[in-house]
């Protein structure tokens, strides 16, 4: 086999490889993909679920008891309400504590669309639960 030949099939297998790869990661994704909350999923199902829980994406990062608990499972957003505002912040300093969770994993029009996305979904099973209002730097 010749030298572009080889090339052109292993070009090929990896990019096989990527689709099929981010087809398995959207399939936990419940919402529609014509919706506008949809882009904000993905970047959260990419970015946020290994320490997140959130059942619309099938995201599960968070503790499931106390026992089990780790340093960086992070709040469950089936239960905790958040807005736009405390996303961004927490996205741009890294959580409220700063201490675990990365600073600015996301940003620009990423972070918005994710802030939209979570504000919207979250405290779905929560719902009695008041927003935080993060209204000054701790
Ligand atoms: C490495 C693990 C990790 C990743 C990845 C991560 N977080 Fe966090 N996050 C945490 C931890 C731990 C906390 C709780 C401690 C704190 O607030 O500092 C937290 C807190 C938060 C809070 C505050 C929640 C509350 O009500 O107290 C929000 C909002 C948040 N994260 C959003 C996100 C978003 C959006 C992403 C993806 C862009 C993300 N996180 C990715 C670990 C993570």
């Known amino acids: 086999m010749g030298r572009v030949a080889k090339i052109v099939i292993s070009v090929a297998a990896g ?3 990527a689709v099929g790869l981010s087809a398995c990661g959207s399939a936990g994704i419940s919402v529609a993909k014509t919706s506008p909350y949809y882009p904000g999923a993905v970047i959260f199902l990419d970015h946020c679920s290994g320490c997140h829980t959130l059942g619309v994406v099938g995201a599960e990062g ?3 008891s106390v026992e ?3 340093r ?5 957003f089936n239960y ?3 807005t736009v505002d405390n996303v961004l912040y927490a996205i741009e300093n890294g959580g409220f504590s700063g201490q675990i969770m990365p600073e600015n994993i996301v940003v620009g029009p990423q972070a ?3 802030a939209k996305f979570l504000a919207h979904y979250a405290g779905s099973e929560a719902p009695h639960a008041p927003a935080f209002a993060q209204t000054s730097t701790p």
């Open 62 to 64: 968070s503790a499931t």
């Open 80 to 82: 905790r309400v958040e």
């Open 112 to 114: 918005q669309a994710v």
């Open 68 to 70: 089990n608990r780790l």
């Open 72 to 76: 960086n499972n992070a709040p469950n």
């Open 15 to 17: 990019l096989s490889v």
